[in-house]
C-alpha cells in the first residue's frame, strides 16, 4: 500500500471548469512535489514544496496553482485548462536536502480534459 | 546538455539474463542518485538508492555510482519478464529530476 495518496484517480473536465488535485502523505515528509507526465515521456518537475513553502516552480503556465495546507497536504488547483494539459499528474513526498532524499511516488491522476 | 540523460533503449534481453541500465547526469554537486521502475500506466516505484561510490546490492539488483565519472547504472541479475518496464534514472536534492528512462523488455 502506498503512504502517499493522489484523489481522484481519474478525471475528466471541460476547458471551463475549476477542479482540483489532493495528494496526501503519512510519511512525515517535509518536502512534496507535482509532476506532469505525458505518455512515452519522463515525469515533468511542476512544483516543489519544502516545509510548507514554494521553493520551485519550473516555469508552470498560472492556469496550475498550488497549495500546500499544511506538511500532509498538497493541492494542485486547475482552471481553464487546455487539451493538451491532458496527463498523468504525479504526488511524491520526500525529505528535503540532499542525501536521504528517496522520494515516494502516489498512485497518480489521470486527467483528461475536453 | 540535459541534467540527467540515459541510454534511451528500447532493450531486449532473454530471461535470465543480466540488463545493464546506464546513466550520466551534469550536476557534479548531486549527492543522490536513484532507480525507479515505471509499469505501463502506472506511478514510478523507487528501486534503488545511491548515495557513495561503489557498488550497493539489494537482491538482484545492483546499483553503481562514479562520481569522478558522473556515472550511475543498474544491473538486473537473472532477468525475468515481471522485469518488463521503463527505469528511470533521477538525481535528488530538492528538485528530482528524471532521464528520459529505458524500456526495458525481457523475453522468455
Known amino acids: 500500500d502506498t503512504e502517499v495518496t493522489q484523489t481522484p484517480k481519474h478525471l475528466v473536465m471541460g476547458m471551463t471548469n475549476k477542479k482540483s488535485l489532493k495528494c496526501e502523505q503519512h510519511?512525515?515528509?517535509?518536502?512534496m512535489y507535482w509532476y506532469k507526465q505525458k505518455a512515452k515521456k519522463p515525469p515533468e518537475l511542476m512544483f516543489v514544496?519544502?516545509?510548507?513553502?514554494?521553493?520551485i516552480n519550473e516555469s508552470v503556465p498560472s492556469r496550475f496553482s498550488p497549495e500546500c495546507p499544511n506538511s500532509s497536504l498538497l493541492n494542485l488547483h486547475l482552471h481553464a485548462l487546455q487539451p493538451e494539459d491532458s496527463a498523468l499528474y504525479l504526488c511524491?513526498?520526500?525529505?528535503?536536502?540532499?542525501?536521504?532524499?528517496?522520494?515516494?511516488f502516489g498512485q497518480g491522476t489521470r486527467l483528461t480534459v475536453v | 546538455q540535459k541534467e540527467v540523460e540515459q541510454n534511451s533503449g528500447p532493450l531486449s534481453v532473454p530471461e535470465g539474463a543480466i540488463a545493464s541500465l546506464n546513466c550520466t547526469y551534469s550536476d557534479r554537486g548531486s549527492q543522490s542518485f536513484f532507480w525507479y521502475r515505471q509499469y505501463s500506466g502506472k506511478s514510478p516505484e523507487l528501486i534503488m538508492s545511491i548515495y557513495s561510490n561503489g557498488d550497493k546490492e539489494d537482491g538482484r539488483f545492483t546499483a553503481q555510482l562514479n562520481k569522478a565519472s558522473q556515472y550511475v547504472s543498474l544491473l538486473i541479475r537473472d532477468s525475468q519478464p515481471s522485469d518488463s518496464a521503463t527505469y528511470l534514472c533521477s538525481h535528488g536534492g530538492g528538485k528530482l529530476i528524471f532521464g528520459q528512462g529505458t524500456e526495458l523488455s525481457v523475453k522468455p
Open positions: 514544496y519544502s516545509y510548507e513553502k514554494l521553493s
Open positions: 510519511m512525515g515528509h517535509r518536502a
Open positions: 511524491a513526498s520526500s525529505q528535503p536536502g540532499q542525501v536521504n532524499t528517496e522520494a515516494f
